[in-house]
């Protein structure tokens, strides 16, 4: 069984940009999430990632992190309603708890646990579209010549999670194997064995990245023997623009820029200047205390439509099928196309 | 069907545990009024003083007085930052923060867990603590603690008088108006307040704190010995001597050790000190003051300023 938060390969606009592109478009939403506090922001984000994660084909990555999302805001709301107790509506009173004392339940309580809920949830979308449709290879290439140890650390916690996943799929295959007579696997002892196994499973992974050359340092590009200063430093500059020639970066390993690389610079940058211009202008005007005060002002207004409109960055205007045309150019589009079957 | 049923009784009992442990849904019954009070600079400056009405068993402190003033908090939300605009601070060597007292007492939780029974006199003050970070005891509530105690209960009043003559009498007298039960020996339960010159309260343990100076007691006066007895000196916020009295100057303080209930020092330089600060115990002399000298007939509120 595959983790849905494992990349797949697509040839989608988001799978295809370069890593630093959907860096800055997903973690612009994740940067609003975590610097605004109003539920219509935080809610037209989460819309807007729901949106771009279905445009990149991240689907049941989506609807996996919302399911984990909503079950931790859930609990979020459900401790903020008993730890804090402040607010003008007291929905009911608990009594006396051991350790926390006088317990009110109250409508703000439970508005600001939600709203602190849909901040997680919409952190973790971003996340969860981030590792379905961002190849860690590429990631990792991308951030090999600045530090190669990180690199390799974050390459194996990135790699760690999928290989847990497939081992537990094969633990549970291998439970179900025993036959229709043997006592059900639960989850404690799978996910004990998983853990127990983890540091052999690390140390393989680890041994792996290492033969195929994770840990080295990138191969300097080696100059022409006959190339002069003047020749060579184009040929450089071209060099460093596909990512040197080392052993993964090399003209084997050219990966051209993409074509929607500078739309989804574009979009992150414009959702970020439009969160700090945002937060100037009083976008994220909410207060849960003593009432709960949701603004809707135009400028939070604003802010929500731009980033509802920037979940359809991803978006890819499907390919127009190219057909040989067998009949003569004067017939009409209509009936230019080939019949079913026909061809 | 056996399942169920008992699945019903427990749920009954559970229900039934929770009505007896005084929960339910809402905010609770309403309460007597409450006290509020607002004031800045050791209630010099008043900023806001009403009685709130809509009390319910679910209120506290905090949410009184969200209620009624513009409030922000920190430390998730325990405790006071700002009343309507004036911000708690610390810098240039001093340092103003709100405290508050309910019923002349300080609190030792924060607000928002500060539960309210209704008919209680609850003081925000803002003020610079670097003389006095504790001020255990005020008697800017009066008549609060004698009339319907403090911390939720109703407590007893002793008055011992120690030399106070006449004195005592009146403030057993004034006592007794301000709806106090004023017993003759009540135990350690009770609200004490001692009446006599300093001369004799000062063997008292809680009253000779006043001698520690404001960072032990609270109370921004000390008296002086002197050759022919004692003078009473008012200390200003920063705990040094801004006036010195006369003789026949009297002190109305209230100071408190630990976790015991507090006690009221009606005293004075003299008999006649004694007597003019028995006369003070009236709501207009003491109104949100953390104590009050007085001298010739002139009240003046400590610390001064």
């Not at chain 1, 052999?200 to 290492?210: C, F, H, N, P, Y």
């Not at chain 1, 002002?297 to 040989?324: E, K, Q």
């Not at chain 2, 009043?157 to 108006?177: I, M, P």
Request: hydrophobic share 45%; glycine share 12%.
């Amino acid at each position: 069984m595959r983790s849905p938060f494992a990349y797949t390969p697509r040839r989608g606009p988001l799978q295809s940009a370069s890593p630093g592109a959907a860096v800055a478009y997903l973690g612009a939403f994740a940067v609003v999430a975590f610097a605004y506090s109003s539920p219509v922001v935080l809610l037209a984000a989460g819309v807007g990632l729901v949106i771009a994660g279905r445009l990149a084909g991240a689907g049941a990555a989506v609807r996996a992190a919302l399911r984990m999302g909503l079950t931790l805001a859930l609990l979020i709301v459900a401790v903020n309603a008993l730890v804090v107790d402040r607010g003008e509506t007291v929905l009911a009173r608990l009594g006396e708890w051991p350790l926390l004392g006088q317990i009110n339940v109250t409508a703000e309580a439970l508005a600001a646990g939600a709203a602190i809920g849909l901040r997680a949830a919409v952190v973790m979308v971003a996340f969860a579209v981030y590792s379905a449709c961002v190849d860690p290879d590429r990631v990792l290439r991308a951030l090999r010549p600045l530090a190669g140890r990180s690199a390799l650390t974050a390459t194996l916690v990135s790699r760690l999670v999928p290989v847990a996943a497939a081992d537990a799929a094969r633990l549970r295959d291998a439970a179900r194997l025993r036959g229709p007579g043997a006592a059900p696997v639960g989850r404690a002892p799978l996910a004990r064995r998983l853990l127990a196994g983890s540091l052999d499973r690390a140390v393989d992974v680890a041994a792996t990245l290492e033969l195929r050359g994770y840990s080295l340092a990138p191969r300097r590009p080696h100059p022409p023997a006959a190339a002069t200063f003047f020749r060579w430093k184009p040929m450089k500059k071209r060099c460093d623009r596909v990512g040197g020639w080392g052993r993964s970066g090399g003209r084997a390993g050219v990966r051209r820029r993409s074509r929607y690389d500078r739309r989804f610079y574009a979009v992150g940058a414009i959702l970020l200047a439009a969160a700090i211009a945002g937060k100037a202008l009083g976008a994220d005007a909410f207060s849960e205390y003593p009432t709960v005060a949701v603004g809707l002002g135009p400028a939070t207004l604003a802010l929500s439509a731009l980033l509802l409109l920037a979940g359809f960055a991803p978006f890819r205007r499907s390919p127009v099928p190219r057909v040989a045309h067998p009949t003569p150019r004067s017939q009409t589009a209509s009936n230019s196309l080939p019949a079913r079957g026909g061809i | 069907m056996r399942g169920l049923g008992a699945a019903v009784a427990i749920l009954l009992a559970c229900m039934a545990t929770v009505a007896a442990a005084g929960c339910g849904l809402g905010p609770g019954k309403g309460l007597e009024d409450v006290r509020l009070t607002v004031t800045r600079d050791y209630g010099s400056v008043p900023l806001l003083s009403h009685d709130v009405g809509d009390v319910t068993e679910s209120d506290t402190v905090m949410r009184v007085l969200e209620r009624n003033a513009d409030v922000s908090t920190r430390y998730g939300g325990g405790f006071v930052q700002a009343i309507d605009g004036l911000e708690a601070q610390e810098r240039f060597g001093s340092s103003r923060d709100w405290f508050f007292y309910v019923d002349g007492v300080e609190s030792t939780v924060g607000a928002a867990d500060y539960p309210l029974r209704g008919g209680e006199s609850v003081w925000w003050d803002y003020r610079d603590w670097g003389a006095a970070i504790s001020v255990p005891a005020v008697v800017g509530s009066w008549p609060q603690p004698f009339a319907g105690g403090y911390d939720g209960r109703r407590r007893p009043v002793t008055v011992e008088c120690r030399g106070g003559g006449a004195a005592c009498a009146t403030v057993r007298a004034r006592l007794r108006d301000a709806g106090a039960t004023v017993a003759a020996d009540a135990g350690t339960s009770a609200i004490r307040v001692l009446v006599g010159p300093w001369g004799r309260l000062r063997e008292d343990p809680a009253a000779a704190q006043v001698e520690g100076g404001p960072r032990r007691s609270g109370v921004f006066a000390e008296f002086r010995p002197t050759t022919h007895g004692y003078e009473l000196d008012g200390l200003g916020e920063d705990g040094e001597v801004a006036r010195s009295f006369g003789l026949g100057a009297g002190l109305v303080a209230a100071v408190r050790r630990g976790e015991a209930p507090p006690v009221w020092l009606v005293s004075g330089t003299d008999a006649a000190g004694v007597g003019a600060a028995a006369e003070l115990l009236d709501e207009t002399s003491l109104h949100a003051r953390y104590a009050v000298a007085v001298e010739a007939g002139g009240e003046e509120a400590l610390p001064i300023r």
